[in-house]
């Protein structure tokens, strides 16, 4: 769906609105009032066409579409199985005029990574029209579920081993030379492994990915609004791995405090009031000291000021005494389980690498319980 202009009749049969800010379909191009925009309430042919075709063309190479996962205007992503491989995965098809090979060769450089918090590229089918990208499918859907419910608190030691997770991916991200630039809650994924009790995040979606480079100047915006740093905002900046920790530290404002610390309406709105700021405002809903320090370092508007992903590790709100201390019984069975199955693979990164992504999963301070709490 798609914005327009004012002064169109809503397409729906039953409303006579007039004069409001409509909706397009982009399947169809036909136009609905913020009531009827909802997929559930018009049913498009076209669109219902072209998710019989996608059907057929995933079938086609031997994944078998369970449901529609979400869908733009460039295509969807739909849940598969693929009988061959024994395995759930996310098929994520995209208009070959839309295709940005960044992505790919992101997530291709980052397979050597290994890493259990970056969400893993598993294949590419090249057709006609389109490309079929195969993902990890993440069965929790994102941290934007966590952001939009006020009624949901996380439990300290639940939101400490979370932010320790997202850290881990970034700095194993960042240390491939690569800037994400669209950090934000809904590129930051939730799964858990049937039967695990565990949950993992998965940073995914690097369409605007990049590599750094000394002369990284911003030449196009990149990124969500309410995340960008007060440098996106700027002519020919220079644009390094700071902006994705400083998204970060957006990220965890919203899951904290359930809104922005700034967002307005638009780019330049939302860059004149930045440009009026000294900082970010410590928000009522943290009280935590140690926890708004850590914050702070994140959303320090000078990014040569701005911490690194490693540097957040070493943070004392995840090296102190009272980090250490704070971890549920849960979490220690939970961690007690895990090391057992580890200890039963036979993967060469678990027996040879005691700072990989596997064995921080089987520490209790890395292990979550967002199960109990969102669902």
Same mark, same amino acid.
């Not at 449901?67 to 098809?93: E, H, P, T, W």
């Not at 201390?325 to 990164?349: G, M, P, V, Y």
């Not at 027996?351 to 969102?374: C, G, M, T, Y």
């Given at each position: ?119 893993? %590229?598993?294949? #590419?089918? @090249? ?7 195969? $993902? *990890?499918?993440? /069965? ?59 949950? %993992?995040?998965? #940073?995914? @979606? ?7 480079? $000394? *002369?990284?100047? /911003? ?157």
């Amino acid at each position: 769906m798609e914005g327009e202009d004012f002064g169109v009749h809503c397409s729906f049969e039953t409303c006579n609105q007039l004069d409001f800010l409509p909706i397009k379909c982009s399947s169809c191009k036909k136009q609905f009032c913020n009531t009827h925009f909802r997929p559930e309430a018009h049913f498009c042919k076209k669109e219902n066409q072209r998710s019989d075709y996608f059907e057929d063309l995933l079938r086609s190479h031997g994944y078998i579409p369970i449901r529609k996962l979400g869908q733009g205007s460039y295509g969807c992503v739909f849940l598969c199985c693929n009988l061959d491989l024994r395995i759930f995965l996310a098929m994520k098809i995209i208009q070959k005029d839309k295709y940005d090979q960044r992505e790919m060769d992101a997530s291709f450089e980052l397979r050597g990574q290994s890493n259990k918090f970056i969400c893993e %590229y598993i294949g #590419i089918i @090249d057709e006609t029209s389109y490309q079929l990208i195969a $993902l *990890n499918y993440c /069965n929790m859907k994102s941290l934007d579920v966590i952001a939009k419910q006020p009624h949901i608190t996380l439990p300290s030691y639940t939101l400490r081993a979370l932010m320790k997770q997202i850290f881990e991916g970034m700095r194993a991200f960042h240390s491939e030379g690569f800037i994400h630039r669209d950090i934000k809650c809904d590129n930051i994924l939730l799964h858990s492994p049937p039967g695990s009790g565990l949950v %993992y995040v998965k #940073i995914a @979606d690097f369409g605007f990915a990049k590599k750094e480079v $000394l *002369n990284n100047e /911003n030449t196009y915006p990149a990124g969500t609004r309410p995340y960008m740093s007060p440098e996106q905002f700027l002519e020919k900046a220079l644009i390094t791995q700071k902006v994705d920790m400083y998204a970060l530290g957006i990220t965890f404002f919203r899951i904290i405090a359930h809104k922005y610390p700034v967002n307005e309406a638009t780019f330049k709105e939302q860059r004149e009031k930045l440009a009026k700021l000294k900082n970010i405002e410590r928000p009522p809903e943290i009280k935590d000291d140690i926890l708004w320090d850590l914050l702070s370092k994140l959303l320090e508007f000078d990014p040569e000021k701005r911490i690194t992903a490693s540097e957040a590790l070493q943070h004392p709100y995840f090296t102190s005494t009272e980090a250490k201390n704070d971890i549920s019984e849960k979490q220690q069975d939970l961690a007690k389980l895990q090391k057992e199955s580890l200890s039963q693979s036979t993967s060469t990164s678990y027996q040879h690498s005691p700072n990989s992504s596997q064995n921080q999963i089987a520490s209790p301070s890395s292990i979550n319980d967002l199960r109990a709490v969102i669902s």
